[in-house]
């Protein structure tokens, strides 16, 4: 059955409000790492909104309910009119959170952002070697950049996060990046075992790691956070490949978390667009009101009705809400089907063993982050 079959037979499920809004304000960015996010075909300067479109979606985001507002790309410092869209958030009120590779930051631009009302900086790091992270990146010398930016985030009093991607090319550096963390005064830590979307699920034999790595990396983390309880706060997500329970999507799709791109789109989550048959409405023709509590889109898997079996009679159906849709319609090529992560799918043996086989093989050669042909968005 299609989706778009599928979307038919939804029951519409009221929504409470939003609680943050990821702004995906550019998605152009001089790392290339391989597992990035974004999606294969890149959204392009021409296409991105105005800084007045920006400005008009942060005051609708508020006036819905959002309260966190995290700056993202892409690299989001790319964009000129930043401080114009840091400064509008603050008016607001919305807590607002850098997402960035730092690498194109300067200290006099940093201090104009926390002068116009930037509450927190999040950097992403690709490991604690500066060698091997530069290779991951595609980038020569920008994980030194990244530390010293770190440092004057803190000189600056703002809150640091470090955002480490974990795969199998850093993963034993796991304990000197928490070294790291606590050396350049974090107080979170985010060890985020790499998902299988975009350009990692492109890259996804490059980057598997073994099952052995990944319970290793959990005990890992779990000793950390006893031993450094009250000075890191470390946040964990395992690979969902080696997962028996699938994770809640975003909170549930459509719940808690609104995504817009450089273009416009809104989206329930920043994949959601891999998912063939969903059409995406534009802020440019609707409100983020009416986008948010009406768009087919993300009526499609709000709440319980949409759900299949396993799901519809599983006990765990309202605390996982199905896990990912955006992972079942890539391994199994419907989206309504049980994320392949639960081990009540009749997918699972078969998810877990590809992880399996493929983390066993010499890695392949990455495919490295950038843009394809020119493809304007409609």
């Known amino acids: 059955m299609s989706t778009a079959t599928e979307l038919g037979r939804q029951t519409t499920t009221a929504p409470g409000a939003p609680l943050g809004l990821l702004a995906e304000l550019t998605h152009r960015c001089p790392l290339q790492c391989p597992y990035c996010s974004n999606p294969l075909n890149l959204e392009r300067a021409h296409d991105e909104l105005s800084t007045e479109a920006w400005c008009d979606v942060l005051a609708q985001a508020a006036e819905l309910g959002v309260l966190q507002l995290h700056l993202s790309g892409g690299e989001p410092t790319a964009r000129r009119d930043l401080p114009q869209i840091i400064e509008r958030a603050a008016s607001l009120g919305l807590y607002s959170n850098l997402i960035t590779a730092a690498v194109l930051l300067s200290r006099e631009r940093l201090e104009d952002f926390a002068a116009r009302g930037l509450d927190h900086v999040q950097i992403s790091i690709q490991d604690s070697d500066a060698a ?150 534009n802020v440019r023709d609707r409100s983020l009101r009416e986008i948010w509590s009406k768009s087919p889109a993300f009526q499609a898997f709000r709440g319980t009705a949409w759900m299949r079996e396993p799901c519809r009679s599983c006990e765990f159906r309202e605390l996982d809400w199905g896990g990912c849709r955006c992972q079942a319609f890539a391994v199994t090529g419907a989206a309504a089907n049980a994320d392949p992560a639960c081990d009540k799918s009749g997918f699972h043996a078969a998810f877990t063993q590809l992880a399996r086989t493929e983390s066993g093989r010499p890695a392949e050669a990455f495919t490295f982050r950038r843009p394809g042909p020119d493809r304007r968005v409609g």
Request: hydrophobic share 45%; charged share 20%; glycine share 8%.
């Open 132 to 281: 091997n992270a530069d290779r991951i990146a595609h980038y020569a010398g920008g994980h030194a950049k990244k530390l010293e930016v770190a440092r004057w985030t803190k000189a600056l009093n703002l809150p640091l996060t470090l955002n480490a991607p974990i795969h199998r090319h850093n993963i034993a550096s796991l304990p000197d990046i928490i070294k790291l963390a606590l050396d350049l005064g974090a107080e979170r830590l985010e060890v985020a075992h790499v998902q299988y979307y975009g350009w990692a699920l492109r890259n996804r034999q490059a980057l598997m790691p073994t099952r052995e790595q990944v319970l290793a990396s959990a005990e890992l983390i779990a000793e950390a956070r006893a031993r450094l309880k009250g000075v890191l706060i470390i946040d964990f997500v395992v690979p969902d490949y080696y997962a028996r329970r699938p994770k809640p999507c975003m909170g549930g799709w459509g719940r808690g978390i609104i995504t817009i791109t450089p273009s416009g789109r809104v989206l329930p989550c920043h994949a959601a667009q891999t998912i063939d048959g969903l059409a995406f409405e």
